[in-house]
Structure formats: C-alpha cells, structure tokens
T-cell receptor
Framework: GAVVSQHPSWVICKSGTSVKIECRSL??????MFWYRQFPKQSLMLMAT?????????EQGVEKDKFLINHASLTLSTLTVTSAHPEDSSFYIC?????????????FGPGTRLTVT | GENVEQHPSTLSVQEGDSAVIKCTYS??????FPWYKQELGKRPQLIID?????GEKKDQRIAVTLNKTAKHFSLHITETQPEDSAVYFC??????????FGKGTRLHILP
C-alpha cells in the first residue's frame, strides 16, 4: 500500500505556456500533499503544502500566482506552472501523507521532469 | 523554521567498508528524522527513520543514531555494496509538519 503516482512523468513545453502536473494517492486518502522541486545535483526544495479543501501554503520565495496548487479531493493534488520559462525546467516531485494512522511517513511520487524550451 | 545541515557532500568508500553520514538540525521540537536514498532520476526512497524517543535504530546493514541534546543524527551503512551508491538525504520534521531535507550526500562505493 501507500502508492503515489504522478502524471505526466515528463513534459516538454514552450516558453509562455502552462503545464499541469497531477499527484494522486492510489490506495489511501491524503489530507495533505507536498510539492517539491529538485534541480540537478541539488536537494529537494519544498515549494508548498497542499491541503484538501483549502488554500495551499507556499514557502518563502515561491510565487503562488505562478505555481497554482489545487487539492480538490483526498486523493488528488495538481500543480500548474503558469507562463513557464526555461528557468522553471526542473524535476517536480509530490508526496502525500496518510489522513489516518500514526505514521509520520510521507510517500513520494515518481516525479515529473519539466523542460521548457 | 527548521534547518538541516548534512555532511559530507560527497563520500567515497571501498566496497565492504562502512559509510557514515552526519546531520544536524536546528529546531529542538523536531521529533521525526527520516533518511532517504535517491537514485538518478527516481523518487526518494525511505530507507530508515527514527523518532525522538529512540536513540538508535537498526535494520540489517543500516543504522541511525540520534543525539537529541546535541541535535545530531547519523546514518551508518556497514559492509557497503555497489548498489549502495546513490545520493542520501537526511531530513527532519515536527510530527505531521513539512519535512525539511538536508543538501544530500553523494555516496560512491569503490570496487
């Protein structure tokens, strides 16, 4: 159990367009999901915390109007990169935490590689 | 907010030897410390974790130690094997809060 999927696994888009990435918890409910960005040879940087039914909480320096997060159900959160630019090219990874239970563990999705040309 | 420092950034060890990666955290309220292994282009995989009410935890060749007073925690890998080569991240969090990652250690196992 505790499987998280992401779609798409990779995407290439032109500068100025928008891209939507989906994160799904397949076999459990997740009140909270997290979105990370990882540049080559760097660590995972938390972008925002996505809470089902409420507004996302963004980390300092992350533009909320550029990275739109929607957590409409207990199994789905989406990240939309609006007006993408080449510097947005990165590996985007989501994680999800179970709504119930006592574990603090977060389960990671396989990541989405975004390339903006 | 929480800050996690990780050392070294790169580590090379001979196959069969032990590897040790060290981390420090800033928030004394943190109570959960997971370690992740990430291979190139893949998701982080949880390899071991420890809660603040425990000083040491072991799982086969992998062990983690925690010193709450000093706010240090370490990953120990014994009898290293080629498949242990990867990037390892320590992390810290307060309960159900967000996880903060260290900068990572690139481990090379030399033949």
């Amino acid at each position: 159990g505790a499987v998280v999927s992401q779609h798409p696994s990779w995407v290439i888009c032109k500068s100025g367009t928008s891209v939507k990435i989906e994160c799904r918890s397949l076999d459990f409910q997740a009140t909270t999901m997290f979105w990370y960005r990882q540049f080559p040879k760097q660590s995972l940087m938390l972008m925002a915390t996505s809470n089902e039914g409420s507004k996302a909480t963004y980390e300092q320096g992350v533009e909320k109007d550029k990275f739109l997060i929607n957590h409409a159900s207990l199994t789905l959160s989406t990240l939309t990169v609006t007006s993408a630019h080449p510097e947005d090219s990165s590996f985007y990874i989501c994680s999800a935490r179970r709504t119930s239970g006592t574990t603090y563990e977060q389960y990671f999705g396989p990541g989405t590689r975004l390339t903006v040309t | 907010g929480e800050n996690v420092e990780q050392h070294p950034s790169t580590l090379s060890v001979q196959e069969g030897d032990s590897a040790v990666i060290k981390c420090t955290y800033s928030d004394s309220a943190s109570n959960y410390f997971p370690w992740y292994k990430q291979e190139l282009g893949k998701r982080p995989q949880l390899i071991i974790d420890i809660r603040s009410n425990v000083g040491e935890k072991k799982d086969q060749r992998i062990a983690v130690t925690l010193n709450k007073t000093a706010k240090h925690f370490s990953l120990h890998i014994t009898e290293t094997q080629p498949e242990d080569s990867a990037v390892y991240f320590c992390a810290a969090t307060l309960g159900y809060d967000k996880i903060i990652f260290g900068k990572g250690t690139r481990l090379h196992i030399l033949p």
